[in-house]
């Protein structure tokens, strides 16, 4: 599993994560079995942690195959 900042968390109820385990220019040097593990990762730590709010930038728009948009969910 990703790891999450848990002191920023603990002190401040704010959390960072990567969505994916490597470091990537853009999206596409992405490969799909990569995006697919970083979505349930990303749902288990939602699960999880329970945020009020969540922020994405980058690749998360491509496998949700949607561009930016406010309130929809995963």
């Known amino acids: ?6 002191d920023l968390h603990h002190q401040y109820r704010i959390s960072f994560t990567n969505y994916v385990k490597i470091a990537s220019k853009t999206e596409k040097s992405l490969t799909a079995e990569q995006m697919i593990e970083g979505k ?9 942690w329970e945020p009020e709010v969540i922020c994405f930038l980058g ?8 561009r930016n948009s406010i309130g929809e969910s995963l």
């Open 40 to 48: 349930q990762q990303l749902v288990e730590l939602i699960d999880k």
């Open 59 to 66: 690749a998360l728009r491509i496998l949700m195959k949607k």
């Open 1 to 6: 599993m990703v790891k999450v900042d848990t």
